[in-house]
């Protein structure tokens, strides 16, 4: 089954910096690749998602690559702010199965 | 937006006891819901997906008959941990697909569920 591999598991940058979290898949046939932002004791919001057929996807101070080739996407955020601060989550999907394998979370701390 | 809810969003309960809770679809029917389990500082793991008017497909390793699921409405799913343990506290939470593109799903505001 599929694998879903995140790095780093923590990451602490100045405000204003940029932030780059990585994760690697397993399952070539996976599609649908979304990242989730997930404070503490809440549920885990949709911030942004790309599927196969591109390779970026933009949304303000938030943006996804593709790479289906090495089988990696990363998720990119820039001029970050303190409630950028969360845990970050990458998921993979066929699409058509629903089910999503999320990477392990990589804890982003923004420091003021 | 599609709005997915749950209850309780929290609950202790004694070792043995069982205890339910509910995942409700509010402004969309949800043929399929998805279960979740997140340990502190751990990431999601799939429990089981809940289909409506079928039986419950379990992930390799969770036990159907500790963690029964019921659908029996396209606007509700409900798990229910049977004698619970302490090794069961955890926080729960559940999905539904959105409708709105593939694979998208809108995840609940999840269950605290603590056992003595």
């Known amino acids: 089954g599929e694998n879903v591999e995140q790095h780093p598991s923590t990451l602490s940058v100045q405000e204003g910096d940029s932030a780059v979290i990585k994760c690697t898949y397993s399952d070539s046939a996976s599609n649908y690749f979304p990242w989730y932002k997930q404070e503490l004791g809440k549920r885990p919001q949709l911030i942004i998602d790309i599927r196969s057929n591109v390779g970026e996807k933009k949304d303000q101070r938030i943006a996804v690559t593709l790479n289906k080739t090495a089988k990696h996407f990363s998720l990119h955020i820039t001029e970050t702010q303190p409630e950028d601060s969360a845990v970050y989550f990458c998921?993979?999907?066929?699409?058509?199965?629903?089910?999503?394998?999320f990477g392990q979370g990589t804890r982003l701390t923004i420091n003021p | 937006g599609a709005v997915v809810s749950q209850h309780p969003s929290w609950v202790i309960c004694k070792s043995g006891t069982s205890v339910k809770i509910e995942c409700r679809s509010l402004?969309?029917?949800?043929?399929?819901m998805f279960w979740y389990r997140q340990f502190p500082k751990q990431s999601l793991m799939l429990m089981a997906t809940?289909?409506?008017?079928?039986?419950?497909?379990?992930e390799q390793g969770v036990e159907k008959d500790k963690f029964l699921i019921n659908h029996a409405s396209l606007t509700l799913s409900t798990l229910t941990v049977t004698s619970a343990h302490p090794e069961d506290s955890s926080f729960y939470i559940c999905?539904?697909?959105?409708?709105?593109?593939?694979?998208?799903?809108?995840f609940g505001p999840g269950t605290r569920l603590t056992v003595l």
């Open positions: 809940s289909n409506e008017g079928s039986k419950a497909t379990y």
């Open positions: 999905s539904a697909p959105s409708g709105r593109a593939p694979n998208e799903q809108f």
């Open positions: 402004d969309f029917q949800a043929t399929t």
């Open positions: 998921a993979a999907a066929i699409q058509g199965a629903q089910k999503l394998v």
